[in-house]
């Protein structure tokens, strides 16, 4: 038991001792029984820890966020209502302030979620309620969800053109603004395809033309505003304060378990839409309930237990805690991309704007690129040497990027690394060997 599960059990231990009810006890063998067939079915997994584990986002949770979240989960507190879990609701309330402080909200609404999906959700069903009647743009490089939730809640979408960077294509934006249906534009920071940044600076100046609802999707890539001020490329983020939602995920890059997302809102008075009553919650104090103002009821207080207790620990600063961080990140990625332009094997798709880097192995058209991408990736992982991903990029965009390659495929399929651990950094080089090595 870790030092905050102990202190935790001592205070429970503080209230009269009682005894387990003897249908909750364990027979030793079934236990030991048990333990053996979970330790075989959850050896079948990835080494997601591990620096060599350069595939998709998936980033291990913090030492500190487990053992809060351990500890916390020894209560089992539920942030649907102060009476359920009041140290977590407050905690989780001071993380909101912590936020929308960093984005630049001064009178924000909002709580964390148990996914991005959950918080794209609220933003949608906002977006519908401020704007009855209007669709909803967003870049076909956007999340799935958009799509998907817009259908659940049945709104119409316009699901506009990317250039060949993976961003929104401004253009065909204002073709679809001038229509007059589009009340709600999805900004999305970063595409989860290729890291890409979509020119929130631009369609800001649109708003002013065609007075639009921007929410902005950083599901991936939020904790980059902590490093934009020293970054030109990351300048968007600086914008978000201008937007009138956002969305982004501790549990990607901020060191959080699995799940941990996170919706705010630059005008509180939306919380008018998620008016309800409960006869038999809400009733311990008249201070707001986390479930006032979302559309979760249960939630686990562990998860703004650990995120609060990581933040305590590495601040939402440029220059230390979760700033280092990313920062550190960024370098690797750009380290591994500089390695791959001097690679003779294989060539970088697009320059990383963020820390996903894209690249391909060499060969004389599209269809061929496919093939040996797909063979790397799977013998590489089955050989446990590497964990890479692949991702399938239409070939009319690849053309524009790279001429040089015969198109005769309609899509092509390259490869893909997620460089999310700042340990990464130390292991590029370890990374290009093995890449280069491949036969």
Not at 264 to 279: C, E, L, M, Q, W
Not at 300 to 314: D, N, P, R, S, V
Request: charged share 20%; with cysteine.
């Amino acid at each position: 038991m870790n030092k905050l599960s102990q202190k935790i059990q001592d205070w429970l231990d503080s209230f009269p001792e009682f005894e387990q009810d003897d249908t909750l006890n364990i027979p030793e063998e079934k236990y030991t029984e048990a333990a053996k067939l979970f330790i075989e079915k959850m050896s079948n997994n990835y080494p997601f820890q591990h620096p060599l584990y350069a595939g998709q986002m998936l980033k291990p949770p913090h030492q500190v966020a487990l053992e809060a979240y351990s500890a916390a989960m020894l209560i089992n507190p539920n942030n649907h209502a102060l009476d359920g879990g009041p140290a977590t609701a407050e905690m989780e309330k001071e993380l909101i302030r912590e936020y929308a402080d960093l984005f630049g909200f001064e009178e924000p609404l909002g709580h964390l979620t148990t996914s991005g999906t959950i918080a794209n959700f609220e933003a949608l069903l906002i977006a519908r309620e401020t704007h009855p009647g209007k669709a909803i743009a967003f870049s076909n490089q956007a999340h799935y969800t958009h799509s998907r939730v817009c259908g659940w809640l049945k709104i119409d979408t316009f699901a506009i053109e990317s250039d060949q960077f993976g961003r929104m294509d401004l253009q065909d934006l204002e073709l679809h603004l001038q229509t007059g249906k589009i009340g709600t534009v999805v900004v999305t920071l970063a595409t989860t395809s290729l890291g890409a940044l979509d020119d929130l600076q631009g369609i800001l100046e649109l708003q002013k033309k065609y007075n639009f609802r921007i929410h902005v999707d950083a599901a991936y890539g939020g904790y980059f505003k902590l490093i934009a001020s020293n970054n030109p490329a990351l300048s968007g983020f600086n914008l978000i304060q201008f937007a009138d939602s956002i969305t982004f995920d501790p549990h990607k890059q901020g060191l959080q378990p699995y799940g941990c997302g996170c919706i705010i809102f630059a005008d509180a008075s939306v919380g008018r839409f998620y008016k309800h009553d409960s006869p038999y919650t809400y009733f311990t104090s008249n201070e707001l309930h986390l479930g006032e103002i979302s559309v979760e009821c249960s939630r686990a207080g562990a998860a703004a237990a650990a995120l609060w207790f990581t933040h305590q620990i590495f601040p939402l600063k440029p220059s230390e805690g979760f700033g280092l961080i990313i920062q550190k990140t960024i370098d690797a990625a750009n380290l591994f991309a500089q390695k791959i332009k001097q690679s003779s094997k294989y060539s970088l798709y697009l320059a990383p704007e963020t820390n996903i880097v894209t690249y391909f192995p060499r060969a004389g058209n599209t269809s061929e690129i496919s093939k040996k991408s797909e063979k790397i990736m799977l013998d590489l992982m089955n050989a446990n040497k590497l964990w890479i991903a692949t991702l399938k990029v239409d070939s009319t965009q690849f053309a524009k990027n790279h001429p040089e390659v015969k198109v005769n495929s309609a899509a092509t399929t390259i490869l893909r690394s997620c460089i999310m651990k700042p340990e990464q950094f130390d292991w590029i080089e370890k990374i290009i060997e093995i890449l280069g090595n491949y036969e």
